[in-house]
Structures are given as structure tokens and as C-alpha cells.
T-cell receptor
Framework: AQTVTQSQPEMSVQEAETVTLSCTYD???????LFWYKQPPSRQMILVIR??????QNATENRFSVNFQKAAKSFSLKISDSQLGDTAMYFC??????????????FGKGTHLIIQP | AAGVIQSPRHLIKEKRETATLKCYPI?????VYWYQQGPGQDPQFLIS???????DKGSIPDRFSAQQFSDYHSELNMSSLELGDSALYFC?????????????FGPGTRLTVT
């Protein structure tokens, strides 16, 4: 079974700073996707970014980018020019793709990110 | 864009009662997932359906059952409710058959068992 570890329970940065959230995972499989989800105080789960394991190029979505190190099983999220609205719980998640795509996501415990004005 | 719809948004039940949660996926999505998120916890996968067939099973109690209907909506049935079942229940949908396997979450149903 795969596991996802987020070693930073809480982080706090000033507005406009850059922040990096860490995530490591453990799997024996080769075919998988990784995601970062954001959960603001409203509790809505919002997809931030996706990375396919077979792609070497790191995914980028506007101010959000990842550093995917497959050999090290590391998948960190970098938020540039942080904004007050980025304050949320951030979950790293893993999905294994063998046998079709309808497997459930395995989540890390989350990192509570606080952006200070 | 249309999102995942869940109903009801809030539900209060007593111990040993039964609850039914409904989920309407994003149009043209063929896969539905159910997750349970306890207070201060990460979401835990319960069960998923692809094209109306059960696809994957997680930590779903035997007291819970679910199905996906011909219009792709799904229902999670929960019986003999316990205090520990109090949680936020998410439904997510995706194009599970062909990818890209991104799961989009609904707003959740907050279940309180008293």
C-alpha cells in the first residue's frame, strides 16, 4: 500500500513571499499520478495541480509549481507571490493507475499554510 | 462550469438511525468516489464506481453501502449510525475510464450523529 507523508503540520509566511510545501510518498508502482489539493476554511477540496509520474517536466499552474523527484519519491509544491487567499490546508495526494483510473486517492495528513498580511 | 452536487449539505441523525447521501457528478464524468473526513483529519477513501460498477474499495464500514445509477448519480447509504460517523462526506467525480483521472470534489455533506 502506498503512503503519503507531509512533514510540515503548519507553516506561516508573509504575503508576497514564496513558500514550499514538502511531500514524500512510498510506492512500488511505476504508473501513478500525484496531486496537490487546497482546503480553505470553507472545507471545499480544490485541485491545485497534477503531475503524471511518467512526465519528467514539472507541472506549473500560474503561481503554483511542483518539484517532482521520482527517484527520491518527493513531490513539493512551490507557491510564488503568496496571497492572503492562499491560506488553507494543503493536501498532497497519490493515485495508482493500474487496472483503470478509478482508484481512491491516498492523502497526506496536510500542511496548514497561513499567509500573514 | 458545472460542479459536483451533493445533497443534503447538512444532516443531523441520532444513533442507530439511517442516512442517505446523494451525489450528482459533473456532466460526462463516469466515475464517482466517496470520501470521509473526520475533524482535523485528511479525507479517507471509502468506495468508487466506474460505469455503475464498483471499482475500488477503501475503508468503508460494512454498515455502509453505495451504488451508482444509470444517470451516473450515486448514493451512499449509512445504517446503524454511530457517534464516530460524524464527519464531512465528500463525493468526487472524474473521467475515470480514460483519464486524466483528476478528481473534482463536491462541497460535502456534513453529517452529525447525536
Amino acid at each position: 500500500a502506498q503512503t503519503v507523508t507531509q512533514s510540515q503540520p503548519e507553516m506561516s509566511v508573509q504575503e508576497a513571499e514564496t513558500v514550499t510545501l514538502s511531500c514524500t510518498y512510498d510506492t512500488s508502482e511505476n504508473n501513478y499520478y500525484l496531486f496537490w489539493y487546497k482546503q480553505p476554511p470553507s472545507r471545499q477540496m480544490i485541485l491545485v495541480i497534477r503531475q503524471e509520474a511518467y512526465k519528467q517536466q514539472n507541472a506549473t499552474e500560474n503561481r503554483f509549481s511542483v518539484n517532482f523527484q521520482k527517484a527520491a519519491k518527493s513531490f513539493s509544491l512551490k507557491i510564488s507571490d503568496s496571497q492572503l487567499g492562499d491560506t488553507a490546508m494543503y493536501f498532497c495526494a497519490f493515485i495508482h493507475l493500474e487496472g483503470g483510473g478509478a482508484d481512491g486517492l491516498t492523502f497526506g495528513k496536510g500542511t496548514h499554510l497561513i499567509i500573514q498580511p | 462550469a458545472a460542479g459536483v452536487i451533493q445533497s443534503p449539505r447538512h444532516l443531523i441523525k441520532e444513533k442507530r438511525e439511517t442516512a442517505t447521501l446523494k451525489c450528482y457528478p459533473i456532466p460526462r464524468h463516469d466515475t464517482v468516489y466517496w470520501y470521509q473526513q473526520g475533524p482535523g483529519q485528511d479525507p479517507q477513501f471509502l468506495i468508487s464506481f466506474y460505469e455503475k460498477m464498483q471499482s475500488d474499495k477503501g475503508s468503508i464500514p460494512d454498515r455502509f453501502s453505495a451504488q451508482q445509477f444509470s444517470d451516473y448519480h450515486s448514493e451512499l447509504n449509512m445504517s446503524s449510525l454511530e457517534l464516530g460517523d460524524s464527519a464531512l462526506y465528500f463525493c468526487a467525480s472524474s473521467s475515470g475510464g480514460t483519464g486524466p483521472y483528476e478528481q473534482y470534489f463536491g462541497p460535502g455533506t456534513r453529517l452529525t450523529v447525536t
